[in-house]
Each structure stands twice: as C-alpha cells, then as structure tokens.
C-alpha cells in the first residue's frame, strides 16, 4: 500500500453567507485548497448545498466541493441520484457526497419528514438505491419505501461517486461499512475515532465489501479567538463528559496537534471550519500554511 494522502477542506462558518460566497470560491482556487465543504443548514445564513455546490463548481476547474454532511432520509433518492450524476458530469471528479441521518439543528428535523420510527430504514433504503442508480444501467426495485421499474440514468458519471456517511453512533457506523465509500465524524477525540475506524472496518468485512484506507475524515472547528457558547454546547451534547481541548482546538498549533493525533488514529481527511469571531480573511492565512504542511 502507498502512502495515504492527506488532505484539508474548508467548511463553511456560520457568518459566511451568498453576498460572500462567489469571492471566497474564487480565493479558495486561487489558493489551491483542495476542497470546499457545505453544511446542510437550512434556518442560517449558509448556502444550500446543491445550490451552493453547482456554483461553486460552474466557477472553479480545480476545487473540489462536498456537503458536509447533507441529509438523505426525506428526500427522494432518485432526485438526489440525479442531481449528484448532473454535478459530476459537469464537473468531474470534483463531487463529494456526504450524507446524514438528520439535520443537526432539532428545529429542523421536521423538515425532512419520514415514517414514524422509520429514519434509520429509510436511510439505508435510500442510500441503497441512490449507489445502484448511479452504478447500474438498469434498475428495478422494490423496497418498503421506493419502488422502481426499470429505471435508468443515462447520465451517470463514468466514475463512480464515492459516497460517504456521517454520524458516530454504533448503527451510523455500521451503515458505513455496509454501504458508504467513506465516513467524515464530528466531535469525537481522536480516540474515539480510532474505534470508530475499528468498527467500521469489521462491518465492511462482516458485509464482504472493503472502505479505504485514506476514506476516513473529519470536520473540526477551529476557534482561535474564544470558544464560542453555542459550540461548547453542541459539543457537550454530542460527545458528554468528554474534555473539550480533544474536540475543538481553541489555536492553530492546538489545531496540528489534534490533527497529528487524528492522524494516528487513522484518519486521514479534515474538513477545517471558522468558528466564533473569525474574520474569513484571518482564517484562510492561518489555513493555507497548516495545509501545505500536511499535503503529501
């Protein structure tokens, strides 16, 4: 096996809306960065992520962008199916799809609506067919949610997509061993992330597919100038009890230091985002640097 290939994106902050998206775009590929990453965030200032995304690439050649992470369960896989085949043949190679189970804001979950106790079902199913439209040229199917009839995408990519999964419970996991290409985490130390890896490696093996070895990422914070409240919040309810110095670096060497540790966790792709009173101007010089020193 080769070296694995170390690579950092940027994902968006929540001060970071339309009026500034097309020249921050256009600054990430004059700087090289290797990708862009855009939240599934309907209630703020972010861009939506398809929309966000085919802008993005109509104005870039070289950068890459993803969702990170958008939500599958409550939308019709089929759309979905199309819309990413539509992406990649306009901009190939440079797609990257990440799916969740929910909106990470509560007050949202309501806007992608499923069967009672079904999300997790529906999620699977979905994700299930969502790779077969996009792998086979014709396909029929008969799930307890989507039924299809011989039904075919002519314009699918000529390489197949890569699709990861987010999420760090026991069952996201095991949905990505089973069925994604790949698993970008949040808010877990770089321990956790070491088992993380570990179990979604055994259910890859128990379902007799296989996730690469550089498949694995994270989407991390950066807070320089102070942890904002919010933050410190989301990251006690997601990960309790855990300190939060192994979960948002409040300094760019804290920043390198976690990312080392990540690194030997086995992770090997970092979503980098602004958070807190962040000037974007002052975030970008203090991310370029951190990510030519890790490209390999």
């Given at each position: 096996?080769?070296?694995?290939?170390?690579?950092?994106?940027?994902?968006?902050?929540?001060?970071m809306?339309?009026?500034?998206?097309?020249?921050?775009?256009?600054?990430?590929?004059?700087?090289?960065?290797?990708?862009?990453?855009?939240?599934?965030?309907?209630?703020?200032?972010?861009?939506?992520?398809?929309?966000?995304m085919?802008?993005?690439l109509?104005?870039?050649?070289?950068?890459?962008?993803?969702t990170?992470?958008?939500?599958?369960?409550?939308?019709?896989?089929?759309?979905?199916?199309?819309?990413?085949?539509?992406?990649?043949?306009?901009?190939?190679?440079?797609?990257?799809?990440?799916?969740?189970?929910?909106?990470?804001?509560?007050?949202?979950?309501?806007?992608?609506?499923?069967?009672?106790?079904r999300?997790?079902?529906?999620?699977?199913?979905?994700?299930?067919?969502?790779?077969?439209?996009?792998?086979?040229?014709?396909?029929?199917?008969?799930?307890?949610?989507?039924?299809?009839?011989?039904?075919?995408?002519?314009?699918?990519?000529?390489?197949?997509?890569?699709?990861?999964?987010?999420?760090?419970?026991?069952?996201?996991?095991?949905?990505?061993?089973?069925?994604?290409?790949?698993?970008?985490?949040?808010?877990?130390?770089?321990?956790?992330?070491?088992?993380?890896?570990?179990?979604?490696?055994?259910?890859?093996?128990?379902?007799?597919?296989?996730?690469?070895?550089?498949?694995?990422?994270?989407?991390?914070?950066?807070?320089?100038?102070?942890?904002?409240?919010?933050?410190?919040?989301?990251?006690?309810?997601?990960?309790?009890?855990?300190?939060?110095?192994?979960?948002?670096?409040?300094s760019?060497?804290?920043?390198?230091?976690?990312?080392?540790?990540?690194?030997?966790?086995?992770?090997?792709?970092f979503?980098?985002?602004?958070?807190?009173p962040?000037?974007?101007?002052?975030?970008?010089?203090?991310?370029?640097?951190?990510?030519?020193?890790?490209?390999?």
């Amino acid at each position: 096996m080769g070296v694995l290939k170390v690579r950092l994106g940027v994902g968006l902050g929540p001060g970071m809306g339309v009026a500034g998206f097309p020249d921050m775009v256009d600054e990430l590929e004059a700087a090289g960065v290797d990708s862009l990453w855009l939240s599934e965030i309907v209630y703020g200032t972010q861009v939506e992520p398809m929309i966000g995304m085919a802008h993005a690439l109509a104005r870039t050649e070289k950068l890459k962008v993803g969702t990170g992470v958008a939500v599958l369960p409550g939308r019709n896989p089929v759309l979905v199916a199309k819309q990413l085949a539509t992406l990649a043949g306009l901009a190939p190679k440079r797609v990257l799809p990440v799916f969740g189970l929910r909106p990470a804001r509560r007050d949202e979950w309501n806007l992608f609506p499923v069967p009672a106790g079904r999300r997790a079902a529906v999620f699977d199913e979905s994700l299930l067919l969502l790779r077969r439209l996009l792998t086979e040229d014709n396909v029929s199917f008969e799930g307890e949610f989507f039924q299809l009839d011989g039904v075919s995408l002519p314009d699918r990519p000529a390489r197949p997509l890569d699709i990861w999964v987010g999420g760090s419970a026991p069952a996201a996991l095991r949905r990505v061993g089973r069925l994604a290409d790949g698993w970008l985490g949040s808010f877990v130390t770089p321990e956790q992330a070491k088992l993380h890896v570990e179990t979604i490696k055994a259910a890859a093996a128990e379902a007799g597919r296989e996730v690469e070895e550089d498949h694995y990422g994270l989407s991390l914070a950066v807070a320089p100038n102070g942890l904002p409240p919010e933050l410190a919040r989301a990251a006690t309810e997601r990960a309790p009890g855990v300190d939060l110095d192994d979960l948002v670096p409040t300094s760019w060497d804290h920043a390198r230091r976690l990312i080392d540790r990540y690194l030997d966790a086995g992770l090997t792709k970092f979503v980098l985002r602004q958070a807190g009173p962040l000037p974007w101007s002052e975030f970008l010089a203090e991310f370029l640097p951190l990510a030519q020193a890790l490209h390999n």
